[in-house]
């Protein structure tokens, strides 16, 4: 049964940074493309950026362009993301997921594996 576990999250004040990290078990890790998805109170999820699993292609929301960055460690079967200058828009449960397929996808519906979430907070 595969498992992804996302931690990392917290509060912040406009313009601090975060790391949120994924941990996938009982699967095989390293041939998933792995996805970052936001969802605000009252809103769509929606994808955030993603990274493939060869050779690590990543792709992003317009809106963190630049501000975030995935990264994978296929050896301790982690993702990353990397949230700078956060902004107060960027509060949501963001969520993990894994697509066992070769290309990332902004589609929540691609992605067979998710975890529970961790809530990000940005105060002004």
């Known amino acids: 049964q595969v498992q992804l576990v996302e931690s990392g999250g917290g509060s912040v004040q406009t313009g601090g940074s975060l790391r949120l990290s994924c941990r996938v078990s009982g699967g095989i890790f390293a041939s998933y493309a792995m996805a970052w998805f936001r969802q605000a109170l009252g809103k769509e999820r929606e994808f955030v950026g993603g990274i493939s699993w060869s050779p690590g292609t990543t792709d992003y929301q317009d809106s963190v362009k630049g501000r975030f960055t995935i990264t994978r460690d296929n050896a301790k079967n982690t993702v990353y993301l990397q949230m700078n200058s956060l902004q107060p828009e960027d509060t949501a449960v963001y969520y993990c997921?894994?697509?066992?397929?070769?290309?990332?996808?902004?589609?929540?519906?691609?992605?067979?594996?998710w975890g529970r979430g961790t809530q990000v907070t940005v105060s002004s």
């Open positions: 997921a894994a697509n066992d397929g070769v290309v990332v996808t902004s589609s929540p519906l691609e992605y067979e594996y």
